[in-house]
């Protein structure tokens, strides 16, 4: 979500501002700008310099159109807007100016005061060009400028209260920029004679791999020559530079038509990273270095809480089940964004995973704070490397599906589940899994690569089969229904979350045996209904409100394990899946699913990647 840049050195930065906000395009937005530093006089800078802004609405695309090639300037900051605060419109596009245009600001985030601060400098006479709770900044900064810009940015976010990653350039410092952060992320990234920021290190990978992360409540002054970081409260800090891993790298689209089918197609090398070296059969047991728990104080956790948002979340409900089922652990997920202002009972041994794709998402921080003020102990299991959760949980685990661009997310679900289920089989054989059971299970989850990449070639990428079929049905329908039980009841709602973000198709997801109590009311002849039904203990009775379906009209789409003909009777559509034990077939049974997002999408003419009011790491609340 909304998104940073910004350079200073001695080339024209606006190309590579431009480079960088096209980078994160993945992250979902739906404006673009950028503010450069450049010489009032086309003959040089005895003249002084102005601000040049440009912003536009739509892809940067159309900023990239907006800009002159030849735009002169060796400082700028650029800026992607997902809207909060008012409407998609040019004006309310970032950067904002302070009246004599000589500050411009770019912010991700909201400012939760802006309205009574907006009074006050109304009242002082400043008038406001936009409906943006950003806007603000520029004029306070304004306001307190007497000619050193840290300050004015520092007695500026002083009188702030909200989210923020900000960037600001000032006219009269033609080679500074002064930014800040407060629950939005910002790193600075270290050139030869020239230093970058950016809101994602993806931005900067192609620049500079030697990168230093802002905390919350620090500002600093970036300068061609390097950067000076202090705390808002004014005590200097400074940080190690760290190495930018090389897995950033990978995020092009290869030969894929969208980063969505090919990060499908990953999965099997995903998942067999993210298990790599975890699953140890011959104990039995798995190992998560990065938990660094002992088995005495594995055996002394006496809840675990999972905390995630959307598809994290739904990868949290079958890791609680896992967990309860491996290691008799009392476990619930929850979604996080209610979880933070629920005042929640926590005990100094409970135990909670913060799950997150980004590791930025504004609810879980917000989750994991509330869990740790209370005294709980909580664990990271994200994806991006050195993100803001991993570092305020300090211990976690990655779960290394590597880039994940595409803002419907694939591989980054298979991966958590995964990373679950090694947690739950860990957990397991410390309290009840005995070494039989849990060699079976560590073998069983180590071949699921193998029969995801069996699975992908029959059926990723074919333009007959069921796969098609079902799509057909499902373009088609006003609404659509998913059910399953058990962890099948979380795959349904992973498949009808995509089906929701990727092609706008109404949906609804249930645990299959709630239809009766309410939803079926819903269901007529046109009606098609994905039912998830592995072979598993809920089969039989899943099946029971699949007939329940069906003798109503319903068109059934079923999932269902290989070789259970049985089951595939019973469905217009039959999709076999290959077998595994209960827990772990939604690494499986999820595949399907994905494809008819992605498939159906694609034949409605979506926009596959990028879908509309959606963003990648939701960073604000
Ligand atoms: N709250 C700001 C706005 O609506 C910033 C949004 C963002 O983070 O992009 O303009």
Not at 471 to 496: C, D, N, P, Q, Y
Request: aromatic share 6%; proline share 5%; net charge negative.
């Amino acid at each position: 979500m909304c998104g940073i840049v910004g350079y200073v050195g001695e080339r024209r930065a606006a190309p590579l501002l431009l480079d960088g906000l096209r980078r994160l395009e993945y992250r979902g937005y739906d404006s673009a700008g950028l503010a450069m530093v450049t010489p009032l006089s086309p003959d040089g800078p005895g003249k002084g310099y102005g601000l040049d802004v440009i912003r536009r609405v739509g892809f940067v695309a159309e900023l990239v159109k907006a800009v002159p090639e030849d735009l002169p300037g060796c400082t700028g900051v650029g800026h992607t807007r997902w809207a909060t605060h008012g409407g998609v419109t040019e004006i309310n596009a970032h950067p904002h100016v302070d009246a004599v245009e000589r500050i411009a600001v770019i912010h991700n985030g909201i400012i939760e005061n802006f309205a009574s601060l907006r009074a006050h400098l109304e009242e002082e006479g400043v008038e406001f060009r936009s409906e943006t709770d950003s806007e603000v900044l520029a004029h306070l900064i304004r306001k307190f400028y007497a000619g050193d810009p840290v300050e004015a940015v520092r007695s500026a976010l002083a009188v702030v209260t909200g989210t923020w990653g900000i960037a600001v350039v000032f006219a009269d410092h033609p080679e500074m920029i002064v930014a800040s952060r407060n629950g939005s992320p910002l790193v600075v990234g270290k050139g030869d004679g020239e230093t970058f920021l950016a809101s994602d290190p993806h931005a900067l990978a192609s620049y500079t791999r030697s990168i230093v992360y802002l905390e919350d409540r620090e500002i600093v002054k970036i300068t061609r020559e390097g950067w000076e970081i202090s705390r808002l409260d004014g005590r200097k800090v400074s940080h190690a530079i760290e190495e930018l891993g090389l897995e950033l790298g990978s995020s092009e689209k290869g030969t894929f038509p969208h980063f969505m089918l090919k990060e499908i197609h990953e999965q099997p090398e995903s998942l067999s990273r993210c298990l790599l070296g975890r699953v140890v059969p011959e104990t039995g047991g798995a190992k998560l270095g990065g938990f660094d728990l002992s088995p005495r104080e594995i055996v002394g956790i006496r809840r675990l809480g999972i905390l995630g948002c959307g598809t994290s979340f739904h990868a949290g409900l079958v890791g609680a089940l896992a967990m309860e089922q491996l290691a008799r652990l009392p476990a619930f997920a929850e979604i996080a964004s209610e979880f933070r202002y629920r005042n929640p009972v926590i005990s100094s041994d409970d135990l909670f995973f913060a799950i997150s794709q980004s590791g930025e998402t504004a609810d879980t921080i917000g989750a994991v704070q509330e869990a740790q003020t209370k005294g709980g102990r909580v664990m990271g299991v994200v994806n991006v490397v050195g993100s803001t959760i991993a570092r305020t949980c300090a211990r976690g685990v990655y779960v290394h599906s590597g880039p994940e661009i595409a803002v419907a997310s694939t591989k980054a679900f298979t991966s958590q589940v995964a990373a679950l289920l090694v947690a739950s089989l860990m957990f397991g054989r410390s309290r009840m899994l005995g070494p039989a059971e849990g060699r079976a299970f560590g073998e069983d989850l180590l071949g699921v690569p193998e029969r995801m990449r069996g699975w992908l070639e029959t059926y990723g990428m074919a333009h007959t089969g069921p796969i098609v079929d079902a799509v057909e049905l499902l373009i088609k329908a006003r609404f659509v229904f998913f059910l399953g039980r058990g962890v099948s009841a979380a795959v349904a709602m992973e498949g009808a979350l995509k089906l929701k973000e990727v092609a706008y198709i109404p949906c609804m997801s249930y645990p299959a045996a709630e239809m009766k109590h309410g939803p079926i009311a819903l269901i007529d002849k046109q009606t098609p209904v994905v039912a998830i039904v592995p072979d598993d203990v809920m089969r039989d009775k899943t099946l029971s409100n699949v007939q329940e379906v069906r003798a109503r009209g319903a068109r059934v789409i079923l999932i269902h394990t290989e070789g259970d003909h049985e089951a595939a009777r019973l469905a217009e559509v039959a999709i076999p899946v290959p077998r595994a034990s209960a827990l772990i077939t939604p690494l499986l049974s999820v595949l399907p699913l994905q494809l008819f997002a992605y498939r159906a999408g694609l034949a409605l003419g979506r926009d596959i990647d990028r879908p509309r009011n959606l963003a990648k790491s939701v960073t604000v609340e």
